[in-house]
């Protein structure tokens, strides 16, 4: 059943996505390939990480922006957690300008500095404008972010679609989530992610 999440996400999405076709005929079945190993999608951490973290999140998602500097702790400390960002923006159309800028903002290697940025901004319904001005103050190269931006649109939506594509066949309700390893939780405190990485290290080494 389409959930009321997967409905909004459309409804943002469509608009942008009507030049690839649309996003009405997303695909139900779980591919774990596509969702552990997007070749666009942004990676953290360490790359050969014996546990992959695959965060599903939303720049207007206040327990997104609770949990990311913990998660962004927990990876650093660890330094054996290869995190991979899927950004699935589905609170506000904001929200999908917001994936946009960080997307764009990977094409010079610096997607973490722009997810950081968006997720310091307090607050569930921030605006297009406060979005770009806090990416504007990391000191990225905006003319580049901008240039970026319209030359590889259809590939940052395209990227947008999938994600919701393998939210939705996960059935996911909300941000955040996180798959980890095995596991599926929306842990936001510190010994919550440390012992769900354990879990999920455990649950590896038993197999």
């Known amino acids: 059943m389409t959930s009321r999440r997967h409905l909004l996400a459309l409804t943002l999405l ?30 953290a951490g360490n ?16 327990f997104c922006k609770v949990s990311a500097p913990v998660l962004e702790r927990v990876v650093k400390e660890d330094g054996k957690v290869r995190l991979v960002y899927k950004d699935w923006p589905v609170i506000t159309e904001a929200s999908v300008y917001g994936a946009q800028l960080a997307l764009a903002a990977h094409y010079q290697g610096k997607y973490e ?18 979005m770009l001005e806090a990416v504007k103050a990391t000191g990225l190269d905006m003319a580049r972010l901008q240039a970026d931006l319209a030359a590889n649109n259809d590939k940052i939506l395209a990227l947008l679609k999938r994600n919701l594509a393998q939210a939705d066949s996960l059935g996911l309700q909300g941000t955040p989530v996180y798959l980890v390893g095995p596991f599926r939780t929306s842990t936001l405190d510190y010994a919550g992610f440390k012992q769900v990485i354990s879990d999920a290290r455990g649950k590896q080494g038993a197999q």
């Open 14 to 43: 469509a608009p942008l996505l009507s030049g690839l076709g649309g996003g009405s005929s997303l695909a139900q079945e779980i591919d774990v390939e596509a969702i552990l190993n997007d070749p666009e999608a942004p990676v």
């Open 47 to 62: 790359p050969k990480g014996d546990v992959t973290i695959v965060a599903f999140l939303d720049y207007n998602c206040p």
């Open 113 to 130: 500095v722009a997810h950081k940025a968006l997720m310091a901004i307090r607050g569930g319904k921030v605006s297009r404008e406060k």
